[in-house]
């Protein structure tokens, strides 16, 4: 339903007031971006509906919607809601396609799913300046992973930094353990970047701190790339390959480890986007 200027009234059941007609074209401008689809964001996610829908199914899921500029964070469903009751779940593109219609940019799959656990590193700078120091810390991440034959997807985060991801198979989360795999690759990756960036990371990082930190509550370097061990624990939950960063419009993309470096931030526009079909990687 579109509301149009046709009558001076907005009326419930037990109140009627008189508005001018500024006051009812703001309220129905409001009313209207709240309740009718965006065109093309209902476009994009026909394009990318069955490319994600692998990423949701068998797993709890969140999702971000966004109203009149006002980002809306949801994890259950609600009267009027395509889930009415209870947790979030996608079970096919077109439960993706019912929330696109209600101003949904992304979709966040719980790490432990029905049928696999996930691991997750989110590398990140904490400041605008800093996103070419993520992308050299994100690719020697991602040579580093690979080192070890830890095959991985790697993706654009949607905003100033990258994801990592992969399944570790139906296995019982122990989130303590996978807490200190982060901060051990956290320490490799210092190793490597002061080898061989040093000069590149402290123009920009106080030369007294250390280039990555692993606590998104680390106050004191500001500064530091964050690898956030914080996101690990037992409703944590990752954005969805494809899905839009609502804040910044972007797309989080899926990268190869030679494109992480060369990457542009304006290439992840939902109309510049080639929807690849993707698998995520298995590491028992």
Do not use: C
């Not at 500024?22 to 971006?33: D, F, M, Q, S, W």
């Not at 996610?45 to 964070?73: C, E, H, S």
């Not at 990082?205 to 998104?216: L, N, R």
């Not at 992480?260 to 079909?277: D, N």
């Amino acid at each position: 339903m579109v509301l149009s200027l046709t009558s001076s009234t907005l009326t419930n059941n037990t109140h009627q007031r008189f508005y001018t007609k500024a006051e009812l074209a703001r309220l129905i401008n409001v009313y209207n971006r709240a309740v009718m689809p965006i065109e093309w964001l209902v476009q994009y996610w026909q394009r990318a509906a069955k490319t994600t829908l692998p990423f949701l199914t068998n797993r709890k899921v969140a999702v971000q919607q966004m109203f009149d500029g006002k980002i809306l964070y949801r994890r259950h469903g609600g009267k009027g809601l395509p889930d009415r009751i209870g947790w979030i779940e996608i079970n096919s593109a077109a439960d993706i396609l019912k929330w696109a219609r209600l101003h949904t940019y992304s979709f966040h799959p719980h790490l432990n799913g029905d049928r696999d656990l996930w691991f997750v590193m989110d590398i990140d700078g904490r400041i605008e300046k800093a996103f070419p120091l993520v992308q050299i810390a994100a690719y020697e991440m991602s040579r580093l992973l690979s080192g070890k034959t830890i095959k991985h997807l790697v993706k654009f985060s949607g905003n100033r930094g990258f994801h990592f991801l992969w399944s570790l198979g139906k296995t019982a989360p122990n989130w303590l353990s996978l807490r200190k795999r982060v901060r051990s690759w956290a320490r490799e990756l210092e190793k490597v970047l002061q080898a061989k960036y040093k000069g590149k990371f402290y123009h920009l990082i106080p030369k007294t701190d250390p280039i990555i930190v692993t606590s998104s509550t680390d106050k004191k370097h500001k500064k530091s790339i964050l690898i956030d061990e914080q996101i690990i624990h037992k409703n944590g939950m990752i954005r969805s390959p494809y899905s839009i960063h609502p804040k910044t419009g972007l797309v989080s993309a899926p990268l190869r480890t030679n494109e992480i470096l060369s990457f542009k931030p304006e290439q992840a526009r939902p109309e510049r986007v080639r929807i690849q079909k993707i698998g995520l990687p298995v590491n028992p």
